[in-house]
């Protein structure tokens, strides 16, 4: 009995653990609640002119090289160890329309939920940032990101993860992130999410026929930080639109929730069966 | 004998059983010696150079061959370690005895290995102990329950193994208390196995959009659970078969002519899990309105799998088990293990981004690395089952206490 005894006391230890470990679930707290108020960027495709002027601020505000701009620039560029953030250029029903990517900072990032190691942080303010001193490179985070933002230094002994963290940095000193305070053609609009989505409504219904009637990133993913508009529909200017509206952390909710519930009663019922068997055994043997 | 004494003659025991006790020039070590050691020197230039020197991983891509055959296939063939300690200790299946120890041991070493893989694929390996020494806990990770659950069932394996490493040693106190820490170590392992043997599955439960429909539903953690049961059983019974062959003279007669029984007992379990699976595949297909990708090229991928390796296999399992017909349980169990292969392929490297213009495919140093993996686990198997009383019948002074 003395065996049974401690292997039941093991379990109940065990489940303890999980139980306490397995109550914040949840991964960070979306827009609004308890108070805290996401900060964003409204992007207006047409307003931008494609003077690439941003990739260069960008790079200048975060140590990276300048981006090589020749006369054979392939139109779609995707974000790389070296560029935090591109600007495509694609022909549309309505002319040329140039497009801005980097992370988008989603309210309830996926890659923030992957990481375990807490180097991918949403922080209150609202940029997601990489932290260097944690992270161990298992690359979940580029698994889950549904945007593929996230990038890997493949060459290096040493490697980082690069993406925007929306010059977190400048914010802390009171400045506003180096693309926006820069751009010549006011295509980007720094504010709280809230002023955000106000902002893009009123210049949608101002100029009905120039907008589409759709704000990309108030819903994709479950809403993300930075907003889009554009002049046509956003498959025509290459924004994923098979992307879920909902949170993509929510999708290993489920599976996460039953952890502590197995763990209380796979012991129990092992330990049953147990039992149950070996009596079975010793009566048959008497 | 003083102290002392003891001490050196311990020694010497242990530097006599470091020695090779088979025959060098094996086949296998002609084999498995030089693609170890080239596979030692591509590991150093991946940490002296990156991970992307010696692998084809894009940004697209950021999880290839280490992590989808190494870790999640490698995981998945573990598996049988918890179904049989389920058989022989909480069911008390005295029937599965003989395999029980070599299963065990099988699934601690891959465990050891696959997470040893794991390492290299990290690229900061050296941040691996801030989730497990409590500062940065990322409790809403899947990645972090499976971490945390790979180092508790190594130990809860290690500890279902001890007795064998006790009575190598003659210790014979220690052996006691070893002994009676096995069923603990089996509940917690069992409730552990379910959990990341699902996990690995929940890992790619965010990656939505980039895999397969035909591969991807939120019932993947399910799927991958159940599907580990008769993979890893699959693997009991390719592996019972090779070391019955390489190490015969270790097995007693008495297993020796129980093995026949073993294994179609495993072939008939294995018919059961596999029916179950392919069951919950169809399931999902019907539920997820999958129709519309069939006649494609990924569809007939996906019906290949379903009907070559999983339909085709466990009816070989049944018609073999009702004919009492050995090989042809061999040829189902060779069958089962390569649709699993191809299975967790398709989820984590084939099925991954099958979209995108360019396809990943693992570099030939990719391969060499995993194979040393694949090899040093198998010398270490070796190493212990020729020293330890794995296959063999443990010593007379143990087996009285029970």
Same mark, same amino acid.
């Given at each position: 009995?003395?065996? $049974?005894?401690?292997?039941?006391?093991?379990?109940?230890?065990? $489940?303890?653990?999980?139980?306490?470990?397995?109550?914040?679930?949840?991964?960070? %707290?979306?827009?609004?609640?308890?108070?805290?108020?996401?900060?964003?960027?409204?992007?207006?495709?047409?307003?931008?002119?494609?003077?690439?002027?941003?990739?260069?601020?960008?790079?200048?505000?975060?140590?990276?090289?300048?981006?090589?701009?020749?006369?054979?620039?392939p139109p779609i560029r995707t974000t790389s160890e070296t560029q935090r953030t591109v600007v495509n250029t694609y022909s549309t029903s309505k002319g040329e329309v140039f497009v801005k990517v980097q992370c988008m900072h989603c309210n309830e990032p996926a890659c923030v939920a992957a990481c375990l190691?807490?180097?991918?942080?949403?922080?209150?303010? @609202? %940029?997601?940032?990489? /932290?260097?001193?944690?992270?161990?490179?298992? /690359?979940?985070?580029?698994?889950?990101?549904? =945007?593929?933002?996230?990038?890997?230094?493949?060459?290096?002994?040493?490697?980082?993860?690069?993406?925007?963290?929306?010059?977190?940095?400048?914010?802390?000193?009171?400045?506003?992130?180096?693309?926006?305070?820069?751009?010549?053609?006011?295509?980007?609009?720094? @504010?709280?999410? /809230?002023?955000?989505?106000?902002?893009? /409504?009123?210049?949608?219904?101002?100029?009905?026929?120039?907008?589409?009637?759709?704000?990309?990133?108030?819903?994709?993913?479950?809403? $993300?930080?930075?907003?889009?508009?554009?002049?046509?529909?956003?498959e025509e200017i290459g924004m994923k639109t098979t992307i879920?509206?909902?949170?993509?952390?929510?999708?290993?909710?489920? =599976?996460?929730?039953?952890?502590?519930?197995?763990?209380?009663?796979? %012991?129990?019922?092992?330990?049953?069966?147990?039992?149950a068997t070996k009596n079975d055994h010793q009566t048959k043997e008497e | 004998m003083t102290l002392e004494q003891e001490n050196n003659t311990g020694w010497k025991f242990f530097l006599s059983e470091l020695k090779p006790k088979g025959k060098l020039l094996t086949p296998f070590n002609i084999i498995s010696v030089p693609i170890v050691l080239l596979g030692i020197v591509l590991i150093v230039i991946r940490f002296w150079k990156g991970i992307g020197a010696i692998t084809n991983l894009t940004q697209e891509v950021p999880w290839g061959l280490w992590i989808g055959f190494d870790v999640v296939t490698g995981v998945a063939f573990a598996?049988?370690?918890?179904?049989?300690?389920?058989?022989?200790?909480?069911?008390?299946?005295?029937?599965?005895?003989?395999?029980?120890?070599?299963?065990?041991?099988? *699934?601690?070493?891959?465990?050891?290995?696959?997470? @040893?893989?794991?390492?290299?694929?990290?690229?900061?390996?050296?941040?691996?102990?801030?989730?497990?020494?409590?500062?940065?806990?990322?409790?809403?990770?899947?990645l972090f329950l499976v971490a945390w659950h790979f180092l508790l069932y190594m130990i809860a394996q290690l500890i279902e193994f001890s007795p064998a490493i006790a009575e190598w040693l003659g210790a014979k106190r220690i052996h006691k208390i070893l002994s009676g820490m096995t069923i603990a170590a089996v509940i917690f392992g069992i409730t552990l196995s379910t959990l990341h043997q699902s996990g690995l599955g929940a890992l790619y439960l965010m990656a939505k959009e980039k895999i397969h429909p035909l591969w991807y539903s939120e019932f993947l953690p399910i799927m991958f659970f159940v599907s580990s049961i008769f993979a890893g059983l699959s693997m009991v019974i390719f592996e019972g078969s090779i070391s019955h062959r390489v190490f015969f003279q270790q097995i007693s007669e008495k297993n020796h002519r129980a093995q026949n029984?073993?294994?179609?007992?495993?072939?008939?379990?294995?018919?059961?899990?596999?029916?179950?699976?392919?069951?919950?595949?169809?399931?999902?297909?019907?539920?997820?309105?999958?129709?519309?990708?069939?006649?494609? %090229?990924? *569809?007939?991928?996906?019906?290949?799998?379903?009907?070559? =390796?999983?339909?085709?296999?466990?009816?070989?399992?049944?018609?073999?088990?009702?004919?009492?017909?050995?090989?042809?349980?061999?040829?189902?169990?060779?069958?089962?293990?390569?649709?699993?292969?191809?299975?967790?392929?398709?989820?984590?490297?084939?099925?991954?981004?099958?979209d995108a213009p360019i396809h990943y495919i693992p570099s030939w140093m990719e391969i060499v690395v995993t194979l040393t993996v694949i090899f040093t686990e198998i010398w270490i198997f070796r190493w212990v089952i020729r020293r330890m009383p794995v296959l063999s019948d443990a010593p007379s002074w143990a087996k009285n206490e029970h």
């Amino acid at each position: 009995m003395s065996i $049974t005894r401690r292997g039941f006391f093991k379990a109940v230890c065990a $489940t303890g653990a999980v139980l306490a470990l397995g109550r914040e679930l949840q991964a960070s %707290p979306s827009a609004g609640k308890g108070g805290i108020e996401y900060r964003g960027m409204l992007y207006d495709s047409t307003l931008c002119k494609g003077c690439h002027g941003c990739e260069f601020d960008c790079a200048e505000a975060n140590g990276l090289p300048y981006p090589e701009l020749g006369q054979d620039l392939p139109p779609i560029r995707t974000t790389s160890e070296t560029q935090r953030t591109v600007v495509n250029t694609y022909s549309t029903s309505k002319g040329e329309v140039f497009v801005k990517v980097q992370c988008m900072h989603c309210n309830e990032p996926a890659c923030v939920a992957a990481c375990l190691t807490q180097a991918m942080f949403k922080s209150k303010a @609202g %940029p997601v940032i990489w /932290r260097e001193d944690k992270c161990m490179g298992c /690359r979940y985070c580029m698994v889950s990101c549904p =945007f593929n933002i996230p990038k890997f230094e493949y060459h290096s002994p040493n490697p980082k993860i690069i993406k925007c963290d929306l010059c977190y940095n400048r914010l802390k000193t009171g400045e506003i992130p180096a693309c926006a305070a820069n751009c010549p053609n006011e295509a980007l609009f720094y @504010g709280t999410r /809230r002023q955000l989505i106000k902002e893009a /409504r009123r210049r949608i219904v101002e100029n009905p026929t120039k907008y589409v009637d759709y704000l990309y990133g108030e819903d994709e993913a479950g809403g $993300t930080c930075w907003l889009y508009l554009s002049p046509v529909k956003f498959e025509e200017i290459g924004m994923k639109t098979t992307i879920q509206k909902s949170s993509y952390p929510a999708l290993t909710k489920g =599976f996460l929730y039953s952890v502590p519930t197995i763990f209380v009663l796979f %012991p129990a019922l092992l330990l049953g069966m147990h039992q149950a068997t070996k009596n079975d055994h010793q009566t048959k043997e008497e | 004998m003083t102290l002392e004494q003891e001490n050196n003659t311990g020694w010497k025991f242990f530097l006599s059983e470091l020695k090779p006790k088979g025959k060098l020039l094996t086949p296998f070590n002609i084999i498995s010696v030089p693609i170890v050691l080239l596979g030692i020197v591509l590991i150093v230039i991946r940490f002296w150079k990156g991970i992307g020197a010696i692998t084809n991983l894009t940004q697209e891509v950021p999880w290839g061959l280490w992590i989808g055959f190494d870790v999640v296939t490698g995981v998945a063939f573990a598996g049988g370690a918890y179904v049989v300690t389920f058989l022989v200790y909480i069911l008390h299946m005295k029937k599965y005895y003989p395999i029980m120890r070599a299963t065990v041991l099988n *699934g601690f070493l891959a465990y050891v290995f696959y997470a @040893g893989a794991l390492l290299l694929d990290l690229g900061r390996p050296w941040n691996v102990i801030n989730p497990i020494i409590g500062n940065n806990f990322g409790v809403s990770s899947v990645l972090f329950l499976v971490a945390w659950h790979f180092l508790l069932y190594m130990i809860a394996q290690l500890i279902e193994f001890s007795p064998a490493i006790a009575e190598w040693l003659g210790a014979k106190r220690i052996h006691k208390i070893l002994s009676g820490m096995t069923i603990a170590a089996v509940i917690f392992g069992i409730t552990l196995s379910t959990l990341h043997q699902s996990g690995l599955g929940a890992l790619y439960l965010m990656a939505k959009e980039k895999i397969h429909p035909l591969w991807y539903s939120e019932f993947l953690p399910i799927m991958f659970f159940v599907s580990s049961i008769f993979a890893g059983l699959s693997m009991v019974i390719f592996e019972g078969s090779i070391s019955h062959r390489v190490f015969f003279q270790q097995i007693s007669e008495k297993n020796h002519r129980a093995q026949n029984t073993i294994i179609m007992g495993l072939a008939k379990i294995c018919a059961g899990a596999m029916f179950a699976y392919f069951f919950l595949q169809i399931l999902v297909f019907i539920h997820d309105k999958n129709w519309n990708f069939l006649d494609t %090229p990924m *569809g007939y991928w996906f019906m290949m799998e379903m009907i070559g =390796f999983i339909l085709l296999p466990m009816m070989l399992f049944y018609v073999s088990y009702r004919k009492g017909n050995i090989t042809l349980i061999r040829i189902a169990s060779i069958l089962t293990m390569l649709g699993i292969i191809l299975n967790r392929l398709n989820v984590t490297v084939i099925g991954f981004k099958w979209d995108a213009p360019i396809h990943y495919i693992p570099s030939w140093m990719e391969i060499v690395v995993t194979l040393t993996v694949i090899f040093t686990e198998i010398w270490i198997f070796r190493w212990v089952i020729r020293r330890m009383p794995v296959l063999s019948d443990a010593p007379s002074w143990a087996k009285n206490e029970h």
